[in-house]
């Protein structure tokens, strides 16, 4: 009885960890965009609908769900690119609040015209034919599908590592989370970087919306509920800081999926309960430097 | 010298601003006691008084103290849930249930301020909502108490008895004359507050939190200390609105109800006494409006929310006190 209730227990902490993926990638494009532009992206659950929405849409045209994948983040990068440079830049300068604000408008306008375009009832997504079954992982069979997302977000956190550390591009956006005035002074054009930022953030949420499509359904409302959850880990994380949004993402999907083993109704409570407990102890988060909010 | 527009201080307003900021209670209260005499609607003229006390509430916090809290609706919903489920579940009298309904509004912001202020800036607005979502969750699981999905259901008040007084409370026009004068009290004692030197406090902070700190004020207490006087607001127009629409819906927790008290205060200008009621106006009456002739209305909430950041930060009633200033 104790294996069975161990493999269990191994089982859902793989649920975790795949569940714990889709918020990585929400929090990294949350943070990546916070460190840089210092914008709090209300939109970025929309952004994350849409991208579901959009794969939906080519699905439905004949497009193959490996296809989406890379045409996905592009599409919505695009709409990303466009927002930033359309309606965010004229705030710069005026506030923390302002970006904040339109951003969270505009996640009213996408979710209607979703809503208008696609009708207000969710869809089922079926998940591709290679993907489906599932595979014996040592504990018990797992569904192959959660595999291939934890999979796929590492290849973009690997992707993103690389592009951080090892481009001169990604030096910038470094340097710039750091210090922005600095960089400026050293002649580079910020507000180009800012804008690539931008699109790159919205681009990784569509596709975390994407990946999450198989395993929840498409409902216009998907990016609202997931919104919260992702500022959960950005603030456990420790906001500007991509390890930190990695750990927190993965620790809250293990705390969902195993209080959802044992404690069902209290699974969405938890995850608040843990950031109010990051709060209390560590308000800065795990890897949080406690003057960069100020 | 209370001015609304304290980054517009040092400009000497004329005498009729100055007679009109002196005399901003009665002023207010002369116009909520005509209102039902322009607004053909009893009803939506009710709910432009409670949205207008919630908004009220959230400005205090927003406007005056400069933080921005996307869980306003954790307090709102608190207010209206507790005062329906004393009247419902424990058949307290009115008074009690909405004296309970203003409580909760004030503990929940406790809990919620204690947590939230704790971070700086930007954090406040995704803290704050998180929390409310917690609370959303709590109260949706809580079936027994709250009905769950389908709301709280049966908070009826048909009279409104008061030392031997009866009066109607079915009565569309007594109904919002009693609602009405719980928010000209809210409003003189949001009046008071914001003249009394804690209220100097409370835009010092918001104009400069290290120079405030270095006049020796704990600037942390400050904010918890508004936070829950903007949840006794909230708490209060959420248990005016358990008994005006005698059921609570638990969209009320939702977190699009926080962006409605931020869009109010937004439209009509936010840091300003009236400004707030203003915007819960237009904000009702254009939603009246709109939703005849399209099921949209959302779109227009998000392009209304755009058009205000990007083109009309100081809102309606905000660029009207700029315009009497000049």
């Given at each position: 009885?104790?294996?069975?209730?161990?493999?269990?227990?191994?089982?859902?902490?793989?649920?975790?960890?795949?569940?714990?993926?889709?918020?990585?990638?929400?929090?990294?494009?949350?943070?990546?965009?916070?460190?840089?532009?210092?914008?709090?992206?209300?939109?970025?659950?929309?952004?994350?609908?849409?991208?579901?929405?959009?794969?939906?849409?080519?699905?439905?045209?004949?497009?193959?769900?490996?296809?989406?994948?890379?045409?996905?983040?592009?599409?919505?990068?695009?709409?990303?690119?466009?927002?930033?440079?359309?309606?965010?830049?004229?705030?710069?300068?005026?506030?923390?609040?302002?970006?904040?604000?339109?951003?969270?408008?505009?996640?009213?306008?996408?979710?209607?015209?979703?809503?208008?375009?696609?009708?207000?009832?969710?869809?089922?997504?079926?998940?591709?034919?290679?993907?489906?079954?599932?595979?014996?992982?040592?504990?018990?069979?797992?569904?192959?599908?959660?595999?291939?997302?934890?999979?796929?977000?590492?290849?973009?956190?690997?992707?993103?590592?690389?592009?951080?550390?090892?481009?001169?591009?990604?030096?910038?956006?470094?340097?710039?989370?750091?210090?922005?005035?600095?960089?400026?002074?050293?002649?580079?054009?910020?507000?180009?970087?800012?804008?690539?930022?931008?699109?790159?953030?919205?681009?990784?949420?569509?596709?975390?919306?994407?990946?999450?499509?198989?395993?929840?359904?498409?409902?216009?409302?998907?990016?609202?509920?997931?919104?919260?959850?992702?500022?959960?880990?950005?603030?456990?994380?420790?906001?500007?800081?991509?390890?930190?949004?990695?750990?927190?993402?993965?620790?809250?999907?293990?705390?969902?999926?195993?209080?959802?083993?044992?404690?069902?109704?209290?699974?969405?409570?938890?995850?608040?309960?843990?950031?109010?407990?990051?709060?209390?102890?560590?308000?800065?988060?795990?890897?949080?430097?406690?003057?960069?909010?100020? | 010298?209370?001015?609304?527009?304290?980054?517009?201080?040092?400009?000497?307003?004329?005498?009729?601003?100055?007679?009109?900021?002196?005399?901003?209670?009665?002023?207010?209260?002369?116009?909520?006691?005509?209102?039902?005499?322009?607004?053909?609607?009893?009803?939506?003229?009710?709910?432009?008084?409670?949205?207008?006390?919630?908004?009220?509430?959230?400005?205090?916090?927003?406007?005056?103290?400069?933080?921005?809290?996307?869980?306003?609706?954790?307090?709102?919903?608190?207010?209206?849930?507790?005062?329906?489920?004393?009247?419902?579940?424990?058949?307290?009298?009115?008074?009690?249930?909405?004296?309970?309904?203003?409580?909760?509004?004030?503990?929940?912001?406790?809990?919620?301020?204690?947590?939230?202020?704790?971070?700086?800036?930007?954090?406040?607005?995704?803290?704050?909502?998180?929390?409310?979502?917690?609370?959303?969750?709590?109260?949706?699981?809580?079936?027994?108490?709250?009905?769950?999905?389908?709301?709280?259901?049966?908070?009826?008040?048909?009279?409104?008895?008061?030392?031997?007084?009866?009066?109607?409370?079915?009565?569309?026009?007594?109904?919002?004359?009693?609602?009405?004068?719980?928010?000209?009290?809210?409003?003189?004692?949001?009046?008071?507050?914001l003249a009394s030197p804690f209220g100097a406090v409370i835009e010092a902070v918001r104009e400069n939190e290290a120079r405030a700190r270095a006049s020796g004020y704990d600037v942390m207490l400050v904010r918890l200390l508004t936070f829950v006087l903007s949840g006794a607001f909230c708490g209060l127009a959420g248990a005016l609105l358990a008994l005006h629409l005698s059921t609570v819906p638990i969209e009320t927790m939702h977190y699009e109800t926080s962006g409605l008290a931020v869009m109010m205060c937004l439209l009509g200008g936010m840091g300003t006494f009236f400004g707030?009621?203003?915007?819960?106006?237009?904000?009702?009456?254009?939603?009246?409006?709109?939703?005849?002739?399209?099921?949209?209305?959302?779109?227009?909430?998000?392009?209304?929310?755009?058009?205000?950041?990007?083109?009309?930060?100081?809102?309606?009633?905000?660029?009207?006190?700029?315009?009497?200033?000049?």
């Amino acid at each position: 009885m104790a294996g069975l209730t161990l493999d269990l227990i191994g089982l859902q902490l793989f649920a975790g960890v795949a569940l714990g993926a889709v918020y990585v990638l929400l929090a990294i494009g949350l943070s990546l965009i916070f460190g840089m532009l210092t914008v709090v992206n209300f939109a970025h659950g929309a952004f994350y609908m849409l991208g579901a929405y959009v794969g939906l849409w080519l699905m439905a045209h004949g497009g193959n769900f490996w296809l989406c994948l890379v045409l996905v983040p592009l599409v919505v990068g695009g709409i990303g690119l466009a927002v930033e440079r359309v309606l965010i830049r004229p705030l710069y300068g005026r506030g923390i609040d302002y970006p904040l604000l339109l951003t969270f408008g505009l996640s009213y306008i996408i979710v209607e015209l979703v809503r208008i375009t696609f009708g207000k009832s969710g869809y089922p997504f079926d998940t591709p034919d290679v993907l489906q079954g599932a595979v014996d992982i040592g504990v018990g069979f797992f569904p192959l599908y959660r595999l291939f997302v934890i999979a796929a977000t590492a290849v973009i956190l690997f992707g993103l590592w690389l592009f951080l550390e090892r481009t001169s591009f990604g030096l910038i956006i470094r340097a710039g989370a750091r210090d922005p005035l600095i960089v400026r002074v050293l002649g580079v054009n910020v507000s180009k970087v800012w804008l690539i930022v931008f699109g790159m953030g919205t681009a990784i949420a569509a596709f975390a919306g994407l990946l999450a499509a198989p395993l929840q359904g498409v409902i216009p409302e998907m990016g609202g509920t997931i919104l919260a959850e992702a500022f959960v880990v950005t603030v456990v994380g420790g906001m500007g800081s991509l390890l930190g949004a990695v750990l927190a993402g993965i620790l809250v999907g293990v705390v969902v999926s195993m209080t959802s083993l044992f404690a069902p109704e209290m699974a969405k409570v938890a995850i608040f309960a843990l950031m109010a407990l990051v709060l209390l102890i560590r308000p800065q988060g795990f890897f949080g430097r406690a003057g960069l909010m100020s | 010298m209370a001015t609304d527009l304290a980054f517009e201080a040092n400009r000497q307003p004329s005498p009729l601003l100055q007679w009109a900021t002196r005399h901003r209670v009665a002023l207010a209260s002369l116009f909520l006691l005509l209102f039902p005499l322009v607004i053909p609607f009893k009803a939506l003229a009710v709910m432009i008084l409670i949205y207008g006390l919630y908004a009220l509430g959230f400005n205090l916090l927003f406007g005056y103290l400069g933080l921005l809290s996307f869980g306003h609706s954790a307090l709102f919903g608190a207010g209206a849930y507790l005062c329906g489920i004393a009247i419902v579940h424990f058949g307290w009298p009115w008074y009690l249930a909405i004296g309970l309904g203003l409580l909760a509004g004030m503990v929940v912001a406790l809990v919620i301020g204690a947590l939230a202020i704790r971070t700086r800036g930007i954090y406040f607005a995704m803290v704050t909502m998180a929390l409310s979502q917690c609370v959303y969750y709590l109260f949706y699981q809580a079936v027994d108490l709250t009905g769950g999905e389908n709301g709280l259901r049966g908070v009826n008040v048909k009279f409104i008895t008061l030392f031997g007084f009866q009066v109607d409370f079915l009565n569309p026009l007594s109904r919002y004359y009693i609602i009405c004068s719980f928010v000209i009290a809210a409003l003189w004692v949001l009046s008071r507050i914001l003249a009394s030197p804690f209220g100097a406090v409370i835009e010092a902070v918001r104009e400069n939190e290290a120079r405030a700190r270095a006049s020796g004020y704990d600037v942390m207490l400050v904010r918890l200390l508004t936070f829950v006087l903007s949840g006794a607001f909230c708490g209060l127009a959420g248990a005016l609105l358990a008994l005006h629409l005698s059921t609570v819906p638990i969209e009320t927790m939702h977190y699009e109800t926080s962006g409605l008290a931020v869009m109010m205060c937004l439209l009509g200008g936010m840091g300003t006494f009236f400004g707030p009621f203003i915007g819960a106006a237009i904000f009702l009456l254009l939603e009246n409006l709109v939703s005849v002739w399209t099921s949209h209305w959302q779109l227009f909430v998000g392009l209304a929310f755009m058009v205000c950041v990007l083109f009309f930060p100081r809102g309606i009633w905000g660029t009207v006190m700029e315009k009497m200033k000049a």
